[in-house]
């Protein structure tokens, strides 16, 4: 399922996968999210997830966030993940000029604190185990990418833990 405001950035994502032959397979939701349980309903509400026979499953084994930020939706996207499921978050650090905005930026640590808060029972992760695998950013130095995106950008990945006896020990052995 891929989810944007942008319907141009929706037929870019279609044309990519239609170029990868699995178009038929992908969902599209073209939504502007609106705060808490927005991404939630836009993701479950049938009349907007259902795309070539397909409907989108109500949980996900990855979530991926791009150059978006919205602390309101937060909870949404822990909803979102399935035990053992993986959240990878791309988005502008603080100290970034563009966007303009510091709700739509991230700062230092933020994300890990939420899970560090979710481990005492509180926040908007407050009902979610989770572990933090990666939390850092990336900033892109400009004379190797003529032409690109240099602003800093966070690289946050974290994993819901799941708490299936069988999985458990599998990860244990690898």
């Not at 409907?55 to 084994?61: E, G, I, L, Q, Y």
């Not at 950013?137 to 995106?149: A, E, I, T, V, Y």
Request: glycine share 6%; with cysteine; charged share 25%.
């Amino acid at each position: 399922m891929a989810l944007d405001n942008m319907k141009k950035a929706l037929e870019r994502c279609r044309a990519l996968a239609g170029a990868q032959r699995c178009e038929d397979r992908l969902v599209t939701v073209c939504e502007t999210l609106s705060g808490a349980g927005s991404l939630v309903a836009a993701v479950t509400d049938e009349s907007k997830s259902k795309r070539n026979g397909c409907v989108a499953p109500t949980s996900f084994s990855l979530v991926l966030v791009s150059r978006f930020h919205d602390a309101r939706l937060l909870p949404d996207i822990a909803n979102l993940l399935e035990p053992g499921g993986y959240l990878l978050y791309h988005t502008f650090m603080m100290d970034s000029i563009r966007p303009a905005s510091p709700e739509k930026k991230l700062k230092p640590g933020f994300l890990s604190s939420l899970v560090e808060m979710a481990s005492k029972g509180e926040g908007p992760w407050k009902s979610h185990d989770l572990e933090v695998i990666r939390d850092d950013f990336c900033c892109p130095n400009s004379s190797d990418l003529k032409g690109c995106d240099t602003r800093k950008l966070s690289f946050f990945v974290l994993r819901k833990k799941s708490h299936n006896k069988c999985e458990t020990a599998t990860e244990a052995v690898t």
